[in-house]
């Protein structure tokens, strides 16, 4: 793969994964409207590996508070996380629909859903759901506050991220406003609940290339490597740039991005449908 495609497409992966806009979307569509070969295995572990360094990178002190804590060692530091002690075994508790329906679903997700029409249409339909979820959600609990019901909600939510063009984060942060989260902390969990979710399956696609061959030594590789570095980065610098924003502003910018973007993708697929 040239290094400019896998440059852009890295870049595409850092920005789109954690804002409310769908990275498989965005990253099928690049390709598909600038007539690219869509990226292959080991691409597709190395945007896997960029991302998930990203949210660990940029969370490792939460990381470190929610794990010590979940094993009973108190730690001084987050406050919102340090009256959560429960919060590791709701994350995890979180992450078992997304992996069932990744198991149950992993062939069609990866064949027959992943088409422009079926993209563009979750595009709009999430987007109108974050529309309701910013408009009806009181917005008044923080992540000391997350129990059972929120993390088996959100988590549920998460499972549909299986359908290419909903966005693991626009689903889950979407379902954490529908249980009255304020936006920052809707997010913050959000991102929090990816992390297994993304390991799984960079994990799952090594595997899968240990299995089919050439082999993990294809990691090494210039373009992997560029891959991993640039959406990592990328990843780290939108984390913290969407954080600040939720502070002060709401999420009606990407719903009207997700509605015009989904439009866009379905005329554009009608358009050069095959005859």
Known sequence: MPILQVIV?????????FLPISSTAHLYLTSWLLGWQIEGLDFDI?????????????????????VAQGFGIQMNGDKELRHNHMLLWLLIIGTVPVGVCGLLFNKQAETTWRNPFVMGTMMIVVGVLMWIAESAGRQQRDLSSVHLSDAL????AQALAVVPGTSRSGITIT??????????????????????AIGAAAA?????????????????????????????????????????????????????YRILFGIIVLALAFIRRPA
């Open 9 to 17: 497409l890295a870049v595409v992966q850092g920005l789109t994964e």
């Open 46 to 66: 190395a945007l896997h590996i960029g991302t998930l360094l990203a949210v660990l990178i940029y969370f490792a002190r939460d990381w470190v508070q929610i």
């Open 153 to 156: 909600a959100i988590g549920a």
């Open 175 to 196: 379902a954490g406003l529908f249980r009255n989260l304020t936006r920052e902390s809707a997010a913050r969990f959000s991102f929090l609940l990816s992390t297994p």
């Open 204 to 256: 799952k696609a090594l595997w899968d290339m240990h299995k089919k061959g050439p082999g993990l030594h294809a990691i090494l590789s210039t373009e992997f490597l560029v891959g991993v570095a640039v959406s990592a980065l990328t990843g780290c610098l939108v984390i913290a740039w969407f954080l600040h924003y939720l502070r002060r502003s709401g999420l009606r910018p990407f719903v009207y």
